[in-house]
């Protein structure tokens, strides 16, 4: 399962194996290995995907479905209008 939310985040992000390898300090092997399911990150390159990824290791593991969106950087009038456009499409669901 985190293979291929390895992948997936990795192709959304619009990076190569070897963008994603460079940026973590290893090789692109390793990251081929982890996105074939040949191997697993190690609990430190699990906390580094999820920083690289701004997602959550739970979702990185597969406990949580739920992406994490950083805000952090945005005013608060930015946040206001992201969290009223997420309840709208909230409503919208059903």
């Not at 293979?3 to 070897?18: C, D, G, P, V, W």
């Not at 005013?75 to 309840?87: C, G, K, N, Y």
């Amino acid at each position: 399962m985190i293979a291929e939310k390895i992948k997936k985040l990795r192709e959304s992000n619009s990076m190569t194996q070897s963008d994603v390898a460079n940026r973590l300090g290893i090789t692109r092997s390793s990251v081929n290995a982890w996105e074939m399911g040949i191997s697993v990150p190690s609990t430190m390159y699990v906390v580094e995907l999820a920083r690289l990824f701004s997602v959550s290791t739970d979702y990185l593991l597969g406990l949580e479905h739920k992406t994490v969106l950083d805000i952090s950087d945005l005013d608060e009038t930015e946040v206001r209008i992201l969290t009223e456009m997420a309840r709208y499409m909230k409503e919208r669901q059903g």
